[in-house]
């Protein structure tokens, strides 16, 4: 069906139901008339089988709320086979301004362009017959590559440069991205016009647009295909990549390296590489977004009298850092710097567990010295709360 036909039939009319009509009311409607002419149930009456589908017809159009809008703007502007300008019609007298939509659809300007009709030809469709577009082959984005790298945890809190193995899609060697056998060259594929893509409009409506089955999108075919890549024109490439791993990278993350993929074909451009990175776990030290942690072993004697200790930091330089007295086990202590690489380039901080050790043996000397010491604390029952009213 042309796009003048299209335009020209009534769907509301087919259906019985005014122009205003709720998508229910519409609904109802379609299936009394879709019972009543129902091939089933008018065997051999092909007057009824046309009428059955002239009313599927119209409510594929009416009874989808995206394709009624459209095909009631494509009315409106274009109803009845006349162009509406504003201001013409019967409120002038009759002295409207029209011409026949199948001429502003079909003509070919002095341009060579091929009328109104190729602009709106994608909405209004032609009849479920499959078009072609006379522009060039489009570039083509290369694909798109995924890998893995496992690095050492300082790596991962102060960034690194690792090398990775590729094997990557590019064009083939032998032919040079042609596809065809050394000697002979690739014609222009018929059916698409070397576009690579194809369009079908499906129920006269909406078009869809595809790869070309006939050259598989790539707008060319060959009569004798190349012996390496058998006419598709593509191979495979190993290559080392230098790849930077940012700071603060977490285990676990994936990271997109932009343009760094497959190569395009035709001028396009490169897909990008994504990197799946794994950390390996660290012996003492952990992470807390920014921050470092680390858990600090600290004597009996050293959280009760306070004392100056050295502990180490990722960085391989041990800090000292103050135990105030009194300090309980599970304190945490911060050391500001000690962390990881933010955005910004500062860094975060290193956060100290203090983990009070208790003495599992003790010598005797030791025993009563803490036997005297408990024998002259005056400090309060430290259960007391324990006890208290229900």
Not at 14 to 20: A, C, E, N, R, Y
Request: glycine letters at 16%; charged letters at 25%; a positive charge.
């Amino acid at each position: 069906m042309s796009t003048k036909d299209w335009l020209e039939k009534d769907f509301y009319k087919v259906l019985g139901v005014s122009k205003t009509a709720e998508q229910d009311e519409i609904k109802k409607a379609y299936r009394k008339l879709a019972r009543k002419y129902h091939p089933d149930s008018n065997a051999g009456d092909a007057s009824a089988e046309a009428k059955f589908k002239e009313v599927s017809e119209a409510y594929d159009v009416v009874g989808d709320a995206k394709k009624r809008k459209e095909y009631d703007e494509a009315r409106r502007l274009f109803g009845s086979g006349g162009f509406r300008m504003p201001g013409s019609g019967g409120t002038q007298g009759g002295q409207g301004f029209g011409f026949d939509v199948g001429d502003l659809f079909n003509r070919s300007g002095s341009t060579g362009g091929g009328g109104l009709g190729d602009i709106l030809g994608g909405m209004f469709g032609s009849g479920g017959r499959t078009t072609t577009t006379t522009s060039t082959a489009r570039p083509r984005r290369g694909a798109d590559i995924e890998t893995e790298a496992t690095i050492e945890f300082a790596e991962a809190v102060n960034g690194v440069t690792v090398g990775l193995r590729m094997t990557s899609d590019e064009p083939c060697k032998t032919c040079r991205g042609t596809g065809a056998k050394y000697g002979t060259v690739p014609k222009v594929c018929l059916k698409c016009e070397g576009t690579g893509m194809q369009t079908s409009v499906q129920g006269g409506v909406f078009a869809m647009t595809e790869p070309c089955t006939e050259c598989k999108g790539r707008g060319l075919v060959v009569d004798q295909p190349c012996e390496t890549c058998h006419g598709s024109g593509r191979g495979q490439s190993s290559k080392t990549m230098q790849v930077r791993i940012p700071a603060g990278v977490q285990d676990g993350q994936r990271i997109r390296l932009k343009g760094k993929g497959a190569a395009g074909e035709r001028g396009g451009p490169a897909g990008d590489l994504y990197v799946s990175v794994h950390v390996t776990p660290h012996r003492i030290f952990g992470r807390q977004g920014e921050h470092l942690t680390l858990t600090v072993p600290v004597s009996f004697t050293e959280a009760a009298l306070g004392a100056e200790i050295k502990v180490p930091t990722l960085d391989g330089l041990p800090v000292t850092v103050r135990i105030p007295a009194g300090t309980a086990n599970g304190s945490k202590l911060r050391v500001r710097g000690k962390g990881s690489v933010r955005r910004d380039g500062t860094k975060g901080d290193l956060m100290l567990t203090i983990a009070v050790q208790v003495p599992h043996e003790l010598s005797d000397e030791q025993r009563a010295k803490l036997q005297e010491y408990s024998s002259a604390s005056t400090q309060p029952d430290l259960r007391a709360g324990l006890f208290g009213s229900s």
